[in-house]
Structure formats: structure tokens, C-alpha cells
């Protein structure tokens, strides 16, 4: 079992920036990629960034070149950031985080992003 909490998420104005973070514990040695997805008012969850145990990333479209995801290990935890630069209103959503795992595939409880003026 993977246990994931993520931090971070505010209201921020249009062209701003915000850090989430994801704190991974329970069997982490068994994840192998990490991931942000998110869910847009009215709309279904969709990718946003991922990130492999090589560090090898993928983004989605709409946010290639605004937003970073990076990983990070501790003794007992696996963190997961997303830095969100240029931020616009179609960003707002609940972000999630989530851990691909040999055990299965977990997410956090999401948090929510607001970007408005």
C-alpha cells in the first residue's frame, strides 16, 4: 500500500506561479512512476505530467513549457512536485496526485487550484 498527501494548492492570480507537492510513504519501494493529473470543473480527471523512476518526464500539451514535475527521495518517502508557472484560468482544477506502483496505482485526496483575478 502507498499512502499519498499533497500540499500546496491556493487561489492564485492569472500569470502566477504555485509548487505542489505529494509525499509518498508506505511501500515506496515499489512505485515506479508518479504522476499529476487533474479535474477541471465539469470535466473528466486528465493527465498532466508524469514522471518515471528514470527521471524521464512527459507533459500534456496544454502545459508544456508552464509546468515542471520532479521527484525526490527521502529514507521513508517518495516526494512528488509540480511547479506551475504562468498560470492561467483553464488551470483551475483539483490536482491529484497519483504513484503507478507494483502493488497497484494510488492516488491522493486532490487539492484544489484556483486561478482567478
Known amino acids: 500500500q502507498v499512502q499519498l498527501v499533497e500540499s500546496g494548492g491556493v487561489l492564485v492570480q492569472p500569470g502566477g506561479s504555485l509548487r505542489l507537492s505529494c509525499a509518498a510513504s508506505?511501500?515506496?519501494?515499489?512505485?515506479?512512476?508518479m504522476a499529476w493529473h487533474r479535474q477541471p470543473p465539469g470535466n473528466q480527471r486528465e493527465l498532466v505530467a508524469v514522471?518515471?523512476?528514470?527521471?524521464?518526464?512527459?507533459?500534456a500539451n496544454s502545459v508544456k513549457d508552464r509546468f515542471t514535475i520532479s521527484r525526490d527521495h527521502a529514507k521513508s518517502a517518495v516526494y512528488a512536485y509540480l511547479q506551475m508557472n504562468s498560470l492561467k484560468p483553464e488551470d483551475t482544477a483539483v490536482y491529484y496526485c497519483n504513484a503507478y506502483s507494483r502493488t497497484g496505482r494510488y492516488w491522493g485526496q486532490g487539492i484544489q487550484v484556483t486561478v482567478s483575478s
Open positions: 514522471i518515471s523512476s528514470d527521471g524521464s518526464t512527459n507533459y
Open positions: 508506505g511501500s515506496i519501494f515499489s512505485i515506479n512512476a
